[in-house]
């Protein structure tokens, strides 16, 4: 038997490396340049599935993935949580106080914000980590540090100068694997997601979310985002406890097409689980 394709977003070292690894063992894993480049190879059949973040605890959603997964074909087949420790490292013949300049993913410069300030360093942004800690092993710059883990230092051939310089001690990304054929969740704790875009009318969205209320389901996440294709309008993702596969969740969702243009269910998952 074939070892399954696992597509992620960076190099070797990358956050998106070090998740796939851990859901994944023994499996084919495949380094793409972008989240794009990932997606596609899982439409196109060149990957059996995609790992990619979704969402940081305190930077936020990463709404470049969440563009994708609206505009595209393919579903969570599960979503996990990896604790993110970020560390400033540097070459090995470098001290902290000679850095000043720092590579990273634009997320991570802004986990790190406070740190940066502190020190006035100046940000120059990288596709994601390993590829800034990269960099910097290829440079040899003493003056030029990088944000990333210290596996990714490690990987290197780099100094760690400090250690968990986010602000956040809570910090957690959440990586979903994206798939064209997920594994069916029979599990009615599970939690669905899916996506929608609501009617140019007065009390639009409210009407909306009242029938998702209305059913027994729980919301536990709402956010918008812009929907590109006509300036000013939005699409919604919504996560809700239970399963929309049920026969309360496709009472549900014929109820919520009435009010909505567009309706699509991402995909199911168990909350929670940690690697």
């Keep these: 038997m074939s070892n399954l394709?696992?597509?992620?977003?960076?190099?070797?070292?990358?956050?998106?490396?070090?998740?796939?690894?851990?859901?994944?063992?023994?499996?084919?894993?495949?380094?793409?340049?972008?989240f794009d480049e990932a997606y596609a190879k899982v439409e196109n059949g060149e990957c059996d599935v995609a790992v990619l973040p979704i969402e940081n605890s305190f930077a936020g959603e990463v709404g470049q993935v969440m563009d994708l997964?609206?505009?595209?074909?393919?579903?969570f087949d599960n979503v996990y949580e990896l604790s993110i420790s970020h560390c400033l490292v540097g070459t090995k013949n470098t001290k902290l106080e000679?850095?000043?300049?720092?590579l990273s993913h634009p997320q991570a410069l802004e986990q790190c914000h406070e740190f940066i300030e502190?020190?006035?360093?100046?940000?120059?942004?990288?596709?994601?980590t390993a590829r800034a800690a990269r960099q910097v092993s290829f440079g040899g710059d003493?003056?030029?540090?990088?944000i990333a883990s210290k596996e990714t230092a490690e990987l290197y051939g780099l100094k760690v100068l400090a250690t968990d310089v986010n602000q956040s001690a809570n910090n957690v990304t959440r990586f979903a694997v994206l798939s064209?054929?997920?594994?069916?969740?029979?599990?009615?704790?599970?939690?669905?997601?899916?996506?929608?875009?609501?009617?140019?009318?007065?009390?639009?969205?409210?009407?909306?979310?009242?029938?998702?209320?209305?059913?027994?389901?729980?919301?536990?996440?709402?956010?918008?985002?812009?929907?590109?294709?006509?300036?000013?309008?939005?699409?919604?993702?919504?996560?809700?406890?239970?399963?929309?596969?049920s026969a309360k969740g496709k009472e549900m969702l014929e109820d919520l097409k009435k009010?909505?243009?567009?309706?699509?269910?991402?995909?199911?998952?168990?909350?929670?689980?940690?690697?």
């Excluded at 502190?118 to 994601?128: A, D, M, Q, S």
């Excluded at 929608?196 to 536990?220: P, W």
């Excluded at 699509?264 to 168990?270: D, S």
């Design 5 to 34: 394709k696992v597509a992620y977003s960076g190099i070797e070292g990358s956050f998106a490396s070090i998740a796939a690894g851990k859901i994944y063992q023994g499996e084919e894993f495949v380094s793409c340049k972008s």
């Design 69 to 75: 997964i609206y505009a595209g074909s393919l579903e």
């Design 98 to 102: 000679n850095i000043r300049t720092v």
């Design 118 to 128: 502190e020190r006035g360093l100046r940000t120059v942004p990288y596709e994601n």
């Design 142 to 146: 003493p003056e030029v540090g990088a």
């Design 180 to 245: 064209k054929n997920p594994v069916k969740k029979e599990d009615p704790d599970c939690t669905s997601a899916m996506m929608f875009t609501v009617k140019n009318e007065a009390g639009g969205l409210a009407k909306a979310i009242s029938q998702i209320g209305d059913h027994g389901f729980n919301m536990r996440v709402i956010r918008s985002r812009p929907e590109k294709k006509v300036n000013w309008t939005y699409y919604f993702y919504v996560e809700v406890e239970g399963d929309l596969d």
């Design 259 to 275: 009010q909505c243009q567009f309706v699509k269910i991402v995909g199911r998952y168990v909350p929670g689980i940690k690697i």
